[in-house]
């Protein structure tokens, strides 16, 4: 079995809002604000594929691909580092945009190029723009079953069982093989922390790089596809709330002084 | 005069749906143009609808549309995206909204590949603003989402209709007015169901141990990775109860397999707007920060004064949770015996 895990490169979503800082020209966040990391539900997506690895008695195949700059080969290498079997660069040409109708198709011509491929996993949106798309776009462009917010997957017979989440709970969806699927976390799927060797061997491997305009035939079409969004601005909202400490000799006297506090305020 | 859908992949008004039709009222009068709402589903008895009344006899929404076909039960993502897709040639809207919820945001994206629609997800606001067009002016979509965790928001306009728009779950106030079975019109569409590529076969509920669902709740006491463990949410779901109210948790606590995911608020997880949001332990990252915005007050308690929660909180007590919950358990029942609810 063959899985394909798509990553992406984002802004690390950890930096805390006192140092975020926009770049009004581009319209997005400044450069430098923070480092660029793997975005957090492609760990789990890559967790999800390693699980199955370790499963099942078949012999399974992991290739993790990104589209991007040459760059964002550091997000390949956090894949290899915890033994993911291959890498793959998508290079696109600088100055596009790369809008998750273009990355969709991108990466369901590396799908192709990869057949067999059995299942396809990505995360469920990425921790900059929270989209939630690529996925969904990769299902219709390969016509392949396409479930989101999927947790765990079992194979069963030709195809996956896959437990997915609802609003109320959790679902089990039967999808047909192959399958794309964006992968949100629970307990079962917290990415694992890379052997210290691993991370060594990952950095001196030697990534793979296709070109977009080697993948896609028709790049004028390509760069036209979809119907992206302008951005008109960003700006950081304002939170006008201020913070009222709670004093007191004692958390008794503390707790009884909230209490007061929301009663006064008609909250309670 | 533009066409506003509502797309509600559901058999029943409840919270969401109701938001969503809010938002397509919000976009109607923005841009100048009417309403339709359509529910998608293997039934057309469609439960939370009005029944006639001679005191409110004019429809609050221009149309009322259920496409209802025995083959999208049970749940199949590509006879949703496919029942869609007939119902746009049959409406042919300028706009099309989505509610929250994991259905939505599983079928709408597919929906926009299909008719190469732009789309957004997590849609927190709207407004219009004029475009000029040959010698007149248009009026064109602004649409309003957190980006980078909530840290920013991005303003973003679609280049041309049809635009599909996903509501965030809490960002928008609900269609408070009836919608009347007598308006029920029903659109046929054809479904071949050996396009389904995956289908529901079960469902397992996890709703919060509380009556009250997290998206409903009044009260919400939340805990986070100063838990320390799953053993103290037995506290906070102990003052939960004594406030009326349920129990929710952050990305951290539901990670490390505390409390069941389906308590996750934030982000990616539930959007809850309750009078109360008690944090316990929480530190305040932005992607938990997000989903609590529309609280009315919000209270931090936790050990670290320098947590960012107390930076977004109306309240906060600096202490140990262990000490803190307790002496709030204590005074919550004073409370309720010298005022019964």
């Known amino acids: ?268 | 005069m533009r066409t506003v859908l509502v797309i509600l992949p559901a058999s029943e008004v409840r919270r969401n749906e109701r938001e969503a039709i809010g938002a397509a009222q919000a976009v109607a009068r923005e841009l100048g143009g009417s309403v339709c709402v359509a529910f998608i589903g293997p039934t057309s008895e469609i439960r939370g609808l009005h029944e006639e009344d001679s005191r409110a006899p004019e429809a609050e929404i221009e149309r009322l549309l259920v496409v209802a076909h025995p083959h999208l039960e049970p749940y199949a993502p590509e006879l949703y995206v496919s029942a869609s897709e007939q119902l746009l040639s049959a409406v042919r809207p300028d706009v099309i909204l989505f509610p929250g919820g994991t259905i939505a945001l599983e079928i709408a994206p597919r929906l926009a590949h299909r008719i190469g629609a732009a789309i957004v997800t997590d849609v927190v606001g709207l407004r219009s603003e004029g475009v000029p067009s040959g010698s007149c002016e248009e009026k064109a979509l602004v649409l309003i989402k957190p980006v980078y965790g909530g840290k920013a928001h991005a303003v973003l306009v679609a280049p041309r209709p049809p635009v599909i728009v996903c509501v965030r779950p809490r960002a928008f106030d609900p269609f408070d007015g009836r919608l009347l079975r007598s308006h029920v019109r029903s659109v046929e569409v054809v479904l071949d169901p050996s396009a389904a590529r995956a289908h529901l076969v079960e469902r397992i509920r996890e709703a919060s141990t509380m009556e009250v669902p997290l998206e409903e709740a009044r009260v919400i006491v939340s805990g986070g990775r100063g838990m320390g463990g799953p053993e103290g949410f037995r506290w906070l779901q102990e003052l939960a109860r004594r406030l009326g109210g349920t129990v929710g948790a952050s990305r951290a606590a539901c990670d490390a397999g505390w409390v069941p995911a389906s308590w996750q608020i934030g982000q990616t997880g539930k959007k809850v707007a309750p009078d109360l949001y008690i944090a316990v332990g929480i530190s305040g990252a932005s992607q938990h920060v997000v989903g609590i915005s529309k609280a009315k007050c919000i209270v931090a308690i936790n050990t670290d004064p320098k947590a960012p929660i107390f930076k977004i909180a109306d309240l906060g007590i600096v202490g140990e949770y262990q000490k803190v919950v307790p002496a709030l358990i204590a005074e919550a029942e004073r409370l309720y015996e010298e005022h019964p609810a």
């Open chain 1, 1 to 268: 079995m063959r899985i394909v895990v798509c990553l992406t490169q984002i802004l690390d979503p950890e930096i805390p809002p006192s140092e975020f800082r926009l770049d009004p020209e581009r319209k997005a966040a400044a450069e430098g604000v923070g480092r660029l990391v793997l975005n957090i539900f492609d760990e789990n997506a890559l967790e999800v594929a390693l699980q199955l690895r370790e499963r099942l008695t078949e012999r399974v195949e992991i290739i993790a691909l990104t589209v991007g700059p040459p760059s964002a080969a550091d997000v390949l290498r956090k894949a290899l580092s915890v033994r993911a079997d291959g890498a793959i660069l998508i290079v696109a040409p600088e100055g596009v945009s790369l809008n998750g109708f273009v990355v969709a198709r991108l990466l369901a011509a590396a799908v192709r190029k990869l057949q067999p491929v059995d299942l396809v996993l990505c995360g469920r949106e990425a921790g900059d723009w929270h989209g939630g798309q690529v996925g969904a776009f990769l299902a219709e462009e390969l016509g392949w079953a396409g479930v989101s917010f999927v947790a765990r997957v079992e194979v069963e017979g030709g195809g996956f069982l896959m437990r997915r989440q609802s609003d109320e709970g959790w679902e089990i969806i039967r999808a047909t093989r192959p399958a794309v699927a964006t992968v949100t976390n629970d307990e079962t799927n917290v990415p694992r922390l890379p052997k210290v060797r691993d991370t060594l061997l990952a950095a001196r491997a030697e990534i793979p790089m296709w070109m977009a305009s080697e993948l896609v035939g028709d790049q004028e079409k390509l760069w036209t596809v979809g119907a992206p969004l302008e951005v008109r601005e960003m700006f950081i909202p304002s939170d006008s709330r201020v913070c009222e400490m709670i004093e007191g000799e004692t958390i008794e006297e503390k707790a009884a002084r909230l209490i007061q506090e929301l009663r006064r305020r008609r909250i309670l």
